[in-house]
């Protein structure tokens, strides 16, 4: 039973447009956000993280936005760029230090 | 920069071996964790230690021990390797200042049992 869900797979988006990721969540408990980005043969790296008392954080080119009423979050990335193109993956803090990650979203961004 | 080392790139054992795989960081991060990573299940933990001698199973610990001496490194033991256990392994370190702090991967190192 995955606690955070990420449903789409994935995503194609032209570069300068926005790409839009989503994930949602189900255990009411997580209390901390995060978004991570994975290139091809790499370990994920840290993009952007929320806490669970704001509804928006910004960072560059990134926007997450918390909805905690629908348990659901999305990462915004405008302008898109190519470089952008990896995987997208969203986690969740449950108590103590465990991270639950989502599946995944591949985003490829067209020039 | 954080730098987290995994020992092998790429792995291929035959089934019932038994397996290590090293994970070192560089930066005295009291956490370390290990994580599979499959398609469409995302990253899912496997084990993950607080500090030196100190080891707690995460979501899926069945057929996997660790190992936590020193505290820059962090061994994943597959103690009789199995076709199931091909996979993505990812290591991690974190600095637990009130547990916000990211985590820091590995490169990963791909498992192929056969």
């Known amino acids: 039973d995955q606690q955070v869900k990420q449903n789409s797979p994935s995503l194609s988006v032209q570069e300068g447009r926005i790409s839009i990721l989503n994930c949602d969540y189900t255990?009411?408990?997580?209390?901390?956000f995060l978004w991570y980005k994975k290139y091809p043969a790499e370990g994920p790296t840290f993009l952007i993280s929320?806490?669970?008392?704001?509804d928006k954080n910004e960072d560059g080119r990134f926007t997450v936005f918390l909805n905690k009423s629908a348990k659901h979050l999305s990462l915004h990335i405008v302008p898109s760029q190519p470089g952008d193109s990896a995987v997208y993956f969203c986690a969740a803090r449950e108590y103590g230090n465990k991270l639950v990650f989502g599946a995944g979203t591949i985003l490829r961004v067209k020039s | 920069d954080v730098k987290v080392t995994q020992s092998s790139r790429y792995l291929v054992k035959r089934t019932g071996e038994k397996v290590f795989l090293e994970c070192v960081q560089d930066m005295d991060h009291e956490n370390m964790f290990w994580y599979r990573q499959d398609p469409g299940l995302g990253l899912r933990l496997i084990y993950f230690s607080y500090d030196v001698k100190m080891k707690e199973k995460g979501d899926i610990p069945e057929g996997y021990s660790v190992s936590r001496e020193k505290k820059e490194r962090f061994s994943l033991i597959l103690e009789s390797a199995s076709t199931n256990q091909t996979s993505m392994y990812l290591c991690?370190?974190?600095?637990?200042?009130?547990?916000?702090?990211?985590?820091?991967f590995g490169n990963g190192t791909r498992l192929t049992v056969t």
């Open positions: 929320i806490s669970s008392i704001k």
């Open positions: 991690a370190s974190r600095i637990p200042t009130g547990g916000n702090s990211p985590l820091h």
């Open positions: 255990n009411s408990m997580f209390d901390y």
